[in-house]
């Protein structure tokens, strides 16, 4: 029940938002900030805090750890079911 709980609360937070815009893009393909930020219009800085706060979720992975530079980031499954909802 707490994580159907958590689910919700997750959906609401990323529904009808430039976070939610985020997701939808990465349920398309694994993409970097910058690329992030040119699809949902907004800073470089910003699609950061918006993958930081996700991968703090738990919705969102980097799948190119090992770079230092232009590291790509995808869905976890959590994030699937999440950008099915939106």
Avoid: H
């Avoid at 815009?21 to 800073?43: F, G, K, Q, Y």
């Amino acid at each position: 029940m707490e994580n159907d709980s958590k689910f919700w609360r997750l959906v609401a937070k990323y529904r009808r938002s430039k976070r939610g815009e985020m997701l939808l893009s990465l349920n398309e393909t694994a993409r970097n900030s910058s690329d992030i930020a040119d699809r949902i219009d907004v800073s470089t800085n910003t699609s950061g805090n918006y993958l930081r706060e996700a991968k703090q979720d738990g919705i969102v992975e980097c799948v190119t750890p090992e770079s230092d530079r232009y590291r790509m980031y995808s869905l976890t499954d959590l994030g699937q079911d999440i950008a099915r909802e939106l």
